[in-house]
């Protein structure tokens, strides 16, 4: 007889002290279920992992604990952002589990997919992507800035899966394949394509939250776009130098011109030229000192080599 394999659903927690009660409800149920068709072993848990929340999240995991001999628990010393808290929980998971799928705290990903994760394990994939079908529930903003955002890391080469977030299953092989990706700037969508093995993707529709508001702000999503940029291409680097070649050779046409124009006509090149080409490569020198500015702070935070997480307290049994 086979042995059914334990599964641990590793999700991160900020401040989502009002879904958790009720995302334990539905997940138990699942997880009964999908043990009671042998899916997965009864051993298999939900590990939440609060990431240095300021609202009673901490409390809420420990009494859910108590009362829940399927749920287990990490609390991060500090808000780290969301990827640190995935990685503390997988690495975690990888110890106790055969597989884990990372899922968000609002269960905005439809759960009802877990089983064909397991299928797709079962037919011998290390890592499966969930993948949404469409993003009908999103609002307008979301929808474009984030379709624009894959499209942008294509363009610049970054090999990452199409509206695929977090939501994925990994084998035991394959997190102990990432623990061995050093990084401090996380972006696991650009890290997890980059380890290879047998792929899959399941498709699933993505939900509204139930409670609790987005912990994605503007911000926090600007920074994420970002790292996962200047954490996987080089190109804005390349483009720079090129712009930088062409406009050389563009002013050194100019000078030439101006030069003739001098010898020929005798007059002085008008001052608004003057000022705007100033304030126009001015500009612009400052922007590509930026860029480069930019992957000059990662290369500072690589090399510190910072551990990515502390955990205060944990309740693992
Ligand atoms: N999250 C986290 N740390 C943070 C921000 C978010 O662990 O600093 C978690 C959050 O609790 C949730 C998941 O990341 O489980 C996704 O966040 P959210 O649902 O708010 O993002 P959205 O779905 O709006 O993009
Ligand atoms: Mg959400």
Redesign the pocket.
């Known amino acids: 007889m086979k042995k059914e394999k334990i599964l641990y659903l590793v999700?991160?927690?900020?401040?989502?002290d009002a879904v958790l009660p009720e995302t334990t409800r539905r997940l138990t149920v699942k997880l009964d279920q999908m043990t009671k068709t042998n899916l997965i072993s009864s051993k298999s848990k939900i590990l939440y992992?609060d990431?240095g929340s300021t609202d009673n999240t901490w409390s809420s995991i420990e009494s859910l604990h108590k009362e829940y001999k399927r749920v287990a628990g990490l609390k991060l010393a500090k808000?780290r952002?969301?990827q640190n808290?995935l990685l503390a929980g997988l690495m975690t998971a990888k110890d106790c589990a055969d597989i884990a799928i990372s899922m968000?705290?609002?269960l905005?990903d439809d759960i009802e997919v877990l089983n064909q994760f397991i299928k797709e394990y079962q037919n011998g994939s290390e890592i499966v992507y969930g993948v949404r079908s469409s993003r009908k529930k999103d609002s307008f903003f979301k929808r474009n800035t984030a379709q624009l955002f894959y499209t942008f890391m294509k363009w610049l080469g970054v090999d990452i899966v199409y509206n695929h977030a977090d939501y994925r299953l990994m084998s035991k092989r394959a997190i102990e394949e990432l623990a061995r990706y050093g990084e401090v700037n996380l972006f696991l969508r650009g890290i997890i394509p980059q380890i290879g093995l047998r792929t899959a993707v399941v498709k699933y529709e993505r939900q509204t939250?139930f409670a609790g508001e987005?912990?994605?702000p503007l911000k926090?999503m600007l920074n994420f776009a970002l790292e996962g940029i200047l954490s996987f291409s080089v190109r804005p680097l390349r483009i720079i130098t090129i712009l930088g070649s062409l406009i050389s050779l563009a002013s050194f046409i100019f000078l030439i011109y101006v030069i003739i124009g001098h010898f020929v006509n005798g007059n002085v090149a008008g001052w608004t030229t003057t000022v705007a080409l100033v304030c126009f490569f001015g500009g612009f020198q400052i922007l590509c000192i930026g860029i480069i500015g930019e992957y000059i702070g990662k290369i500072y935070s690589e090399t510190k080599r910072r551990p990515r997480y502390i955990i205060e307290k944990s309740l693992i049994n």
């Open positions: 999700i991160p927690c900020y401040n989502e992992i990431d808000n952002g969301h808290a968000d705290a609002d905005q939250r987005s912990k994605y926090k």
